[in-house]
């Protein structure tokens, strides 16, 4: 069926475009004249028609144009969009020049809102949006980090300093279970993500941030949708031709204070440490892995509009370094996006091709770990020129053989394809047909030579890898639009069909004992051990797909700007639900009242906008994988059975059936105040919502036998989340050469784990553990519990050291029992585990300022997050001195007058408070005048930095720790250390 | 221009008509098989039934498995904290001391295991009972579901009993039985099928003899069970498989434990592994020091840390050969180089020496303890995993079986006899240290039970109140490291009531594992085995 539609589609096109060909002038007399701007610049593209007939051409480059017109009589309309319609009569004239003026109510300021956008005063949900001045500036790394603290209630962090880390992005709590709890991403309407496009290809990111805002997109759109449109031609845009650029360097933000050479040899001196471990060098092994990083981004765009014809093509190039070896990220990105009008203006026809290419290197926290923890008086090398190893040593490895001796190459291509044809049979209607392709594919092939670890220690003999993956998603939409004004009402309405299909495949191949390096994995059949069916290689293949079909339906209606109501409807069908549960209803309404518009505040001078709005909507979302509603039999490809002559293959059931497995749901109300006062000095939001997430998916203990496996994935947990955001804009000072506006940014989330059960599935316990310490401690770290936050950590409360009666001055951990009693940690059972803190900020706060003075602009980003615990793994790991590797300086710090004794343990002792605020970026830039220069039309350098300063009582490298899934607040040990950015940019348009 | 608009709106139509239609949204899936692709083809029969053999290898060896359950708690085999970790959140620590609860994970990794077993059993019991000529594999099959719940039965005492008649019930939730019951069960399914189960010998695969041994296993431990001793029907049970099975002690003790064991004469009952084609035998990993490693020129650093307790290590007779199950000295490299310790930096140019002394369970040196070395660890192995099979139950097993009913039934020279034709093998240097009596067999144990720290003991209990301790001793010389002493220990009444190394009696409930919680949440018709 698809190749079906994608013909008739093609068909189509072709019809259209043959026919509109056909057009013929006759010429009688030649009126000349120049269409004018407002600025009384030549306007391109204006239409200038014939009245009453369809005879016209359009202004060129400079606004001029030349019309054949029957006599005197003839009356030219010019018409141009955005701008008023002028009728000129042409009488005696041969030389007409025209000046339009702009229509004011088509430059008013609209949101986008899905499947189409909505004029700014006639909100009624909670959306924000953000606009390219507003944005981050400086580098990043992708179209998240713009956002950082410039709206209230979406938290963004990177929290790893990797060159191709994606950016954390939470909206109002955390949502989920199992689930991500991350919004959607469209852009331009599809599914993406932040790294999708260049950030300087982006026009406007909206945020949908309530339910009655983002029902539209039904079982996509319960943890909100950010709405990414990217840069188009407008109708009479010269060409234009914009470049920026930038260079930038990092360090890092900063170093755990592991011992040195030198530390370690006066540890020796004060007998703290064994003489036998200092090897007679003196290595920096962090230093050995990093570089001062140069990273480049260079963007450069061409848009170009008439009103018939317009065009955008945007090329970008990004290379980033990272600050260690191998950790290089280098994209490109090339879009182009073509719009026609036809036959009268009757039919729209868009193209649009998006092409992203990334190449990353292979750079992972093993290898930092094992910079940190190797003994910095240990060489990188033996004189014969091998990499020093010790092979004994457990999980102990050369940092700088691991990278290399280990060859990585990864990448990632995306290729975007949409089509689209709008026809208007009537003025105000749309009907808009889309049809859009997602490619993406990644390539990754590794190989470890003879001299790596692999070898040296395991005997591997060379390790290849290759893999292959790829997604297809096919994307339909079907929209009919209609607006229409009469008198005082205003009428909208919109009608669609969307349909999506997405295929997931990969494949892999993994060898080892090859008889050459020469090969790196470009030979992977040469290797033995896959011949020889050696465990550690094998072969792999893979595919999953699923559907989402919608139908959906908008209204609104608005009268004499004072009150408006918008509600929505979508009835949505997901393959991934059980045969039971297929299709939801996803309904929403708001309404909004401008206060301000009313009769008794037209006096009130103070106030030049004030409204009410309050929402309620319904949405969902899908957090299971394909397939997980059928009872399921994989066959083992580890596990054969021996049927007294040979190995067969054997079925194993992996999954019980699940006939109502469904969406995960939130129901969500939105009380909001949006004010403008003082001449829009102060302006502002307030926001209040209330989220019921139902339905949550969790894995339920089911008896076996009867049930063919113990969990059944089943929807019956509920969550909610509460909570108040506040933006607030400031304009301080506004005076000719100076201007200082201010935002400030406040949001708040309670979040509480209503019930894991429902009547169906029930849990016996009310509460599950999640996270994990890892190898040796192997705890978990967090514990999920009815009637609590999630996110809360669970462990032993320390409360000190006892001595040692054996060894004098050496002590191990005291923890506080069940019942409060004291008792050393060897005595404890599971039971004496406690709540000690919460990984989830509770509020948050950001501070944005813009300054100008003449010629010079500066932007300052401050953002923090507040009252909230992190779970200090390094120095959990690392702060002991039992550990044979390399640790912290802090190790042999003394605990209650004792040095600590006990092994790596999960205790109170390293979770520490995370609050912090952070002088997250602060840019100054210079504008050059641009009557100064015939080059180009505006220039402008600038300098940044960021993640400048961070105030925090938090020991370890950045307070900035994962807040995504079930165990928020782990500040893992191996995690890439986050950066210190400066930037040097220009920004030219010609 | 109209005609352009008809096309429009037909061309719209079409698309329209076509969407509409589009709104199917059932699943395929592409590298699972969902319950309607199944089918009857005895390809995937056997394949559906398959695992109720390979789940043994998870059974025993997967992480966490019965292996450890069963010689953990015991006074034969400790996993202490270690400079490389082994701490795991105290779960080693727990079943050292007993003080598991619900949660403990190899008790409920036990659980899951088998009752995973017993569900594809019922699931393939019902469906070739329907079918004709294939009475001799539902046998097969239930005499192999008698075994499982035999490994309940010991371990939990108190579970649901489940068959293939509840897999067709609609909304069954299984309801919790008596160990009485459960013993009732397996008992009667085993007599049930006897005649009919095969007495052939097909590898690795249940048959007459194997059932005939869990028979005797359940007799053996009917005064634990159920609380009235069976020794006259254990002993009918392994004096048929010594008269009728045409098994053979092997000469050599050790080649029951060999990379290629297969051929071994002893072999009733064996969990069919392979390095690569089965569940990993990792034991290896868990118990090596790291640098041995390069011992056995394996090609995945070991992580180990299980060792064994001293105080059982100095039962043995010095001339026993069954001492070589432990991995002990100065350690070599292949290449006949020392291999060093490597955690204690001032012990990296000390030689790694497995030490018959250890700390505590909460703290030892990275070189102390012997280590488990009863089955041969190939040399070169790629991954972490070796290929010798496991015999669940061996000739010597049955023999002994005999010997102990003898011994209990008053007629302690017969069975020092077979103790003797045992320990034959084992003394082949010394051969005159081979024979006891039947007066020492009725002796106490030489185990020098109490607390113990570094090499002296806290706490001094002894062995010699013991009854038939000598016989236990000699059950522990034979069956070390081969998931028999929680059993024993519990049959001779120490299991509950002594102390080793760091462990202390910690209440006679001890003696069965508490239902696992993840059963308990899954299930509210079970409760808590009793004292927990």
Not at chain 1, 558 to 585: C, M, V
Not at chain 2, 366 to 372: A, H, L, N
Request: aromatic share 12%.
């Amino acid at each position: 069926m698809k190749e079906t539609f994608t013909k008739q589609v093609f068909r189509l096109t072709l019809y259209i475009v043959l026919l509109t060909a056909a057009n013929n002038v006759f010429a009688q007399q030649t009126v000349r004249g120049t269409v004018l701007s407002e600025a009384d610049e030549g306007m391109p593209g204006v239409n200038v028609v014939l009245k009453g007939t369809t005879t016209g051409t359009t202004t060129d480059s400079n606004g001029r144009f030349s019309i054949s017109v029957p006599g005197p009589e003839a009356v030219l309309v010019v018409s141009f969009v955005g701008y008023n319609t002028e009728e000129i009569t042409v009488g005696s004239q041969s030389q007409v020049d025209v000046k339009l003026t702009p229509d004011i109510a088509s430059l008013q300021e609209v949101v986008v809102i899905g499947y189409g956008t909505q004029r700014k005063q006639d909100v009624t949900t909670a959306v924000a949006q953000v606009k390219p001045d507003e944005f981050v500036p400086g580098a990043v790394r992708n179209a998240g980090e713009l956002l950082r603290g410039k709206v209230a209630g979406l938290t963004l962090s990177t929290s790893s300093g990797d060159p191709d880390a994606g950016t954390e992005i939470l909206l109002r709590g955390i949502t989920s279970i199992y689930g991500s709890s991350s919004p959607l991403v469209l852009v331009d309407g599809y599914p993406g993500d932040m790294n999708s496009i260049s950030p300087n290809d982006i026009e406007s990111i909206d945020v949908l941030k309530d339910a009655s805002a983002s029902a539209i997109y039904g079982t996509r759109g319960k943890n909100g949708v950010i709405l990414i449109t990217t840069k188009k031609a407008k109708a009479g845009l010269q060409p234009t031709i914009e470049y920026s650029g930038y260079v930038a360097t990092e360090r890092f933000n900063r170093k755990a204070k592991f011992m040195n050479a030198s530390d370690v040899r006066a540890r020796i001196g004060e007998g703290l440490i064994d003489g036998a471990y200092d090897k007679g060098s003196s290595t920096d092994w962090l230093d050995e892995i990093s570089r001062a990083p140069i990273n480049h981004f260079h963007n450069i765009s061409l848009r170009s509009g008439t009103e018939r014809t317009q065009y955008a093509v945007n090329a970008s190039y990004q290379l980033a370094d990272g600050m260690f070896l191998a950790s290089d990220n280098e994209e490109f990105k090339l879009r182009m996006d073509v719009t026609q009008y036809l036959i009268a203006d009757k039919l729209k026809m868009n193209v649009n091709v998006l092409k992203g290419l990334q190449k990353y290197g292979g750079f992972n926290g093993w290898t930092y770990r094992q910079a940190l923890i190797r003994n910095p008086t240990s060489s990188v090398k033996e004189a014969d020129g091998n990499w020093s190893e010790e092979p004994a040593q457990f999980q102990y490895e050369n940092p700088l053989a691991l990278i290399k001796e280990q060859i990585y190459d990864n990448k990632s291509q995306w290729t975007w394809l949409t089509g689209s044809v709008s026809y208007f049979p009537v003025d105000n209607l749309e009907l808009k047909i889309v049809g859009s392709q997602h490619q993406w594919s990644n390539e990754t092939g590794t190989y470890q030579t003879k001299k790596h670890i692999s070898n040296a220690r395991d005997s591997k003999n060379g390790v290849a890898y290759i893999e292959n993956s790829a997604v297809v998603e096919n994307y339909l939409d079907l929209t009919a639009d209609y607006t229409k004004t009469i008198g005082l009402h205003r009428i909208t309405g919109l009608l669609g069909y969307s349909y999506i299909d997405y295929a997931n495949t990969a494949s892999s191949i993994s060898n080892f004992d090859f008889p050459t390096d020469n090969f790196s994995y470009h030979s992977i059949e040469q290797g033995r051990a896959l011949r020889q069916g050696l465990s550690g290689s094998g072969v792999d293949s893979y595919k999953a797909d699923w559907k989402l079909i919608g139908f959906f339906g908008r209204v609104g209606y608005g009268f004499n700007d004072k009150y408006n109501l918008l509600a929505s409807l979508r009835y949505e069908g997901s393959s991934r639900f059980g045969a039971d549960n297929k299709w939801g209803l996803f309904p929403s309404i708001s309404a909004g009242w401008t206060i301000s518009n009313e009769a008794f505040l037209s006096d009130v001078t103070v106030i030049n906008m004030l409204k009410l709005r309050v929402g309620y909507g319904r949405t969902g979302s899908i957090s299971t994988d394909p397939y997980a509603s059928l009872t399921r039999y994989a066959y083992s490809s580890s596990q054969f059975y021996f049927n007294g002559k040979d190995w067969v293959s054997i079925l194993q059931p992996v999954a019980n059936p699940n006939p109502d497995l469904g969406w995960e749901t939130n129901i969500e109300y939105n009380f909001g105040l949006d004010f403008s006062l003082l001449q829009n000095r102060v302006s502002g939001t307030i926001d209040y919502y209330d989220r019921t997430l139902e339905d949550l998916v969790f894995d339920y203990p089911v008896p076996v036998p009867p049930n063919l496996v113990g969990t059944t994935r089943a929807n019956a947990a509920t969550m909610t989340n509460r909570g108040v955001e506040i933006a607030l804009n400031i304009i301080p000072v506004q005076s000719g050469k100076f201007e200082w506006s201010t935002n400030f940014n406040y949001s708040l989330n309670k979040n509480k784990l209503t019930s894991l059960s429902n009547d169906k599935f029930k849990v016996e316990n009310d509460f599950f553990y999640a996270g994990y310490t890892g190898d040796p401690i192997q705890l978990s770290t967090h514990k999920i519990q009815e009637g609590k936050a999630i996110g809360s950590f669970f462990g032993y409360k320390s409360v000190g050291l006892e001595e040692d009666p054996d060894n004098a001055g050496e002590g191990k951990w005291l923890v506080e029992g069940a019942n409060g009693e004291i008792k050393s940690i060897e005595d404890v059972t599971e039971d004496d585990r406690q709540i000690l803190g919460n990984g989830l900020p509770q509020w948050y706060l950001a501070w944005n300022n813009y300054l100008r003075y003449g010629n010079f602009d500066m932007s300052i980003t401050m953002r923090g997050a507040f009252d909230y615990q992190i779970l200090n793994f390094q120095r959990m790991f690392y702060e002991n001195p039992t550990i044979v590797y390399n640790k912290l300086n802090s190790a042999y710090d003394k605990i209650d007058g004792l040095t600590l004794a006990s092994p790596q343990s999960y205790v109170s002792y390293y979770i520490e408070d995370g609050d912090f605020w952070k002088i997250d970026n602060v840019t100054l830039g210079y504008n050059f005048n641009p009557s100064n220069s015939k080059a180009f039309r505006k220039a402008r350098v600038y300098i940044s930095g960021s993640n400048l300063a961070t105030i925090t009582g938090y020991k370890g490298i950045d307070p900035e720790v994962t807040r995504l899934g079930l165990a928020p607040g782990n500040d893992d040990r191996d995690k890439y250390p986050t950066t210190r950015t400066f930037t040097l940019g220009v920004n030219l348009t010609f | 221009m109209k005609a352009i608009n008809r096309n429009i709106y037909i061309a719209s139509f079409v698309f329209l008509s076509m969407v509409c239609s589009c709104t199917d949204l059932d699943e395929t899936p592409h590298d699972v098989l969902t319950q309607d692709d199944l089918g009857n083809s005895p390809e995937i029969l056997q394949a559906l039934t398959a695992p109720v053999y390979t789940s043994l290898t998870n059974v025993m060896f997967g992480w966490h498995g019965y292996f450890d359950l069963q010689e953990e708690c015991s006074d034969v085999i400790v996993t202490p904290a270690r400079p490389n970790g082994w701490v795991d959140g105290g779960t080693y620590r727990a079943l050292h001391m007993h003080t598991w609860n619900s949660f403990q994970s190899q008790p409920a990794s036990l659980w899951n295991r088998v009752y995973g077993a017993l569900n594809i059993l019922n699931t393939s019991i019902g469906t070739y009972k329907n079918m004709a000529n294939v009475e001799g594999l539902v046998a097969e099959l239930r005499a192999l579901r008698a075994f499982y719940y035999y490994l309940l039965l010991d371990n939990f005492g108190n579970v649901p009993i489940v068959t293939e008649d509840d897999v067709t019930k609609t909304n069954f939730v299984p309801e919790q039985s008596t160990r009485a019951e459960v013993f009732d069960f397996v008992e009667t399914e085993l007599l049930e099928v006897m005649p009919i189960l095969s007495k052939e010998k097909v590898y690795g695969k249940m048959n007459h003899w194997a059932a005939r041994m869990v028979l005797a296993k359940i007799y053996l431990n009917a005064e634990v069970y159920i609380g009235e001793t069976m020794w006259d029907e254990a002993l009918e049970q392994v004096e048929d498989i010594e008269a009728n099975g045409g098994f053979t002690l092997e000469s050599n003790y050790h080649s029951n434990f060999v990379v290629e064991n297969e051929s071994s004469g002893e072999q009733i009952f064996s969990i069919v592994f392979d390095a690569t084609r089965s569940g990993w035998f990792h034991y290896p990993w868990k118990t090596l020091h790291p640098s041995s490693g390069a011992t056995y020129e394996l090609g995945s650093q070991p992580w180990g840390g299980s060792c064994a307790i001293p105080q059982f290590i100095d039962t043995y007779d010095e001339d026993d050969s069954r001492l070589n199950i432990w991995i002990r000295g100065p350690q070599f490299a292949s290449d006949g180089s020392p291999i060093y310790n490597i955690f204690d930096p001032a012990l990296e140019d000390v030689q790694l020496n497995y030490t018959k002394q250890i700390g505590h369970i909460d703290e030892t040196q990275e070189y102390e303890g012997y280590r488990i070395g009863k089955f041969e660890i190939e040399r070169g192995v790629a991954g972490t995993a070796i290929s010798n099979d496991v015999p669940f139950f061996r000739y010597a097993d049955a023999l002994m079986i005999k010997a102990e009913c003898l011994l209990r039934k008053g007629q302690a020279d017969a069975a020092a006899a077979i103790v003797t034709e045992l320990r034959a093998r084992a003394f082949v240097a010394a051969p005159d240290k081979a024979e006891v009596t039947g007066s020492e067999l009725q002796q106490g144990s030489k185990y020098n039970y109490g607390t113990y720290k570094n090499g002296v003991m806290l706490t001094t209990e002894g062995g010699a109140d013991i009854q038939y301790g000598r016989f236990l001793d000699e059950l522990g010389y034979e069956f070390a490291a081969e998931f028999h002493r929680r059993q024993d220990l519990i049959r001779f009444g120490v299991f509950t009531s002594k102390s080793w190394l760091s462990h202390i009696p910690n209440g006679d409930h001890r003696a069965i594992f508490d239902i696992p919680q993840s059963a308990l949440d899954a299930n509210p018709n079970l409760s808590h085995n009793p004292g927990y």
